[in-house]
């Protein structure tokens, strides 16, 4: 490894390295080799760009995904890389930011920079990981192009022509060497991601042309409104109204000592709170101390406004969640030199950030509720109503749990089929449509660790219902008093009863729709069982296939022509059965199949994209429900967990 020092004036010091720690170990560097490792070269690559106009030098970035689906061009109208030879190495500028990594560099006097993190890393990163850059500059009235593979220039800076203007285009392709062959940009994450940055930071033109579809796109994203325009979008997406109806949404924005922000929000009849935030323009979609910062001064603007305006309520105290309930907000911050934590960078850790978001936002907001008394009087009332709900049903469910403290056993709904095993760790339920199916699954269940809940009445669509009304449908009641976790505010992930909950329905419309119901239901109201990767979606086979004395099991058509093809070879004559339901299975087919660890395949839950999940599950009510359905596992579901 070629490490060398140089020093430059005062404490400006940079290493200087070549690029083969970062094909040694991609995933230190980036973070992983999956598609995030690969989507992270893209937004260091625009966010290069991006700098470019947040600093005043570009107002347009374009960005093409070419037909292969997995080389793309970042263009923008800036300065251009330079291109001038520096003396100590010899070479052109873009060379070597692009062929040797810095360490420790110091930031560009008071400009931002999207560097920290997983971000900026820096352009020769990128270079190391792609089979092929090419960069391309115009600048001084000359066109400069280069080419380079796997963070090698594979030709010297030549110039190739006159240019008008200025500005770099990078293209490149990441290295299927380092992330696999299956490598292709997701088009519908990059479009998304586009089309935010178009919002918080307007004024800037961004072009997306998808090669990949047919015919060829390009949607142009500028927005004069910036961020007061995106929340107006999020609220109509989330197709909550807005509280007080018709009410303008609001924008604050200032640069005052040092701390530059942009937040605009709204209350909405919406039962839960919903932030995007960003940080010099990228997403922080776990949040941290400058959301920790909206937060609070929201908070302490409305209590003071209650309190000057003598709205307290008499009977009930508003917490912090009543007075969040239904927010919706846009936050962008910029921090010079932000640090970012967690395993996808994602959440902001500058502590001192928060009173700075604090300081800016509470005077801001306690000002427009002041100038702005009706919004204000209904934002309150709404409040109200919040905590008076919320009391409403803590008091039913204290009544439910009280019961439950006596013996927790006692209050498990009449039609659970429990388990032997009081360890949540060995425990195991099964949520099966049908009382024949049920019935099939009780018998061939392991009846120490595997419990079974059949499911009869209709399951109420969770996506419109506040707590309150979902704990009086009384199917999810029942889920709810097995699983023995509670719900809302009596929610304790610590009493869960069981390690694993497994959704078991027919592959049929009706089994989707009550899959969409319950994994609705389960990301509205019961999210950390998700997000602990406890709720699973069982995968019953479709067909039998029994040829000579061996069985297989197929879990769609293309499963058993597959197996046909393979296992068949002429002779034996392959005997097919098709279940049209779970209640079709014998007790042992069921077991063997889908109950069974050693054979069972399974689907785990997951959510890999709060936002974009979010959004789905908003959109896509009232859709096709099998495509709904569809969705949803593609989406949430990515990990695909086979039980061994
Ligand atoms: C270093 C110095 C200057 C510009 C850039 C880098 C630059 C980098 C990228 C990456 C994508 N687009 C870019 N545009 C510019 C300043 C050069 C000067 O002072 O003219």
Redesign the pocket.
Known sequence: MATKKESYTGADIQVLEGLEPVRKRPAMYIGGTDSTGYHHLLWE?LD??V??VING??TTVEVTLHKDGRSIT?V?N?????VDIMPKHKKP?VEV?LTTLHAGGKFEQGNYIHSGGLHGVG?SVVNALARKLVVEIK?DGKKHVQTYGRGKATSTLKVDGPARGT??S?TFEPDPEIFGEKLKFDAELVRERLEAKSYLHKGMTVIWKDETATPHTSVTYKHDGGIAEYLTKVVSERNKPLVPAGSATTFYHSRDNGVRLEAALAWTEATDEHIRSYVNGIPTNLGGTHEAGLRGAVVKAVRNYIETHDLTPKGVTLTAEDIREGMVAILSTYVVEPQFQGQTKGRLNNPEVTAQVDGVLRPALEKWLNDNKSIAEAVVARIILAARAREASRAASQAVSRKTAVSHRLNLPGKLADCASTDPGLSELFIVEGDSAGGSAKQGRDRRTQAILPLRGKVLNAEQASTDKVTTNKELQDIVSALGCGIGSDFDISKLRYGRVFLLMDADSDGHHIATLLLTFFYRHLRPLIEKGAIHIAQPPLYRVDIGKETYWALDEADRDRIIREKAKGNAKPNIMRFKGLGEMTADELKETTLDPKNRLSLRVTIDNPIETDRLINDLMGKDVSARFKFIMERAGEVQDLDV
């Open positions: 690559i290069n760009s700098d470019e030098f570009a970042v923008d800036g300065r251009g890389i330079p500028a930011i352009s600048r500005g770099t990078v």
